[in-house]
């Protein structure tokens, strides 16, 4: 069974830039979910997918970022216009249907705005 | 505001020693407790996990933890660690009023000298 997987495994642009992140989670997964670990510090939550709906949006830092999840399957984060503070690594994880359930993680796509 | 706390920043062992990592949360409700591991160049992965039941738990490994409700607090530990234990290991939470959201610690680095 393949795992999580993202894309890219790397990202550097300049600041104000846009960047776009994927993540596709296990097949038949209900539930995505994405975190940011900046450097240095613990990895924050930023939001929940249930399919295509947002059940959880309380963590994006603010209206810069977008998320997506067109049609239930893969995911992507938006970064418009990119900023230096938002340098760190993106996780995505996936669940299947039960909130409780274990969450899975992706290798991570780690961003560098200069 | 849930959070959790992981006592220490870096860890270095020689191969054998025991290992026992420490992690407090603050929440006053019913909680999921997790330990997440990241080898070097590897994805996030599931350690163990306590939902209920006995508050000594067995993971992956050798690894084992206590969920002791009254201090807070889901330590980790390992009686005898190896070289390849070397990885960061992560303390987090899931309260059940905040659905699937997951709460993680700063993070220990645990390094093995061989």
């Known amino acids: 069974e393949a795992g999580v997987t993202q894309f890219p495994s790397h990202s550097v642009i300049e600041k104000g830039q846009t960047v776009t992140l994927r993540c596709d989670p296990i097949?038949?997964?209900?539930?995505l979910y994405w975190y940011r670990r900046v450097m240095g510090k613990e990895i924050k939550f930023l939001l929940h997918?249930?399919?295509?709906?947002?059940?959880?949006e309380s963590g994006m830092p603010n209206n810069r970022f977008l998320a997506e999840r067109t049609g239930g399957t893969y995911s992507t984060l938006k970064v418009q216009p990119a900023e230096l503070e938002d340098s760190g690594v993106y996780f995505c994880?996936?669940?299947?249907?039960?909130?409780?359930?274990?969450?899975?993680f992706g290798p991570g796509t780690r961003l560098t705005v200069l | 505001a849930q959070s959790v706390s992981q006592h220490n920043h870096h860890v270095i062992l020689s191969e054998a020693a025991s290992l026992e990592l420490g992690c407090n949360y603050s929440?006053?409700?019913?909680?999921?407790l997790f330990w997440y591991v990241q080898y070097p160049g590897q994805h996030l992965q599931l350690l163990l996990k306590?939902?209920?039941?006995?508050?000594l738990v067995k993971g992956i490994k050798g690894f084992e933890a206590e969920f002791i409700k009254s201090k807070f607090s889901f330590n980790l530990r390992k009686p005898s660690v190896q070289w390849s234990d070397t990885a960061e290991y992560f303390c987090?939470?899931?309260?059940?009023?905040?659905?699937?959201?997951?709460?993680f610690g700063s993070g220990t680095r645990l390094s093995i000298r061989p």
């Open positions: 994880a996936s669940s299947q249907a039960g909130l409780l359930d274990t969450q899975y």
């Open positions: 097949s038949g997964h209900d539930n």
């Open positions: 997918f249930v399919k295509e709906s947002k059940q959880d």
């Open positions: 929440y006053g409700g019913t909680v999921n």
């Open positions: 306590y939902f209920s039941g006995d508050p």
């Open positions: 987090a939470v899931v309260a059940y009023s905040s659905a699937s959201k997951i709460i």
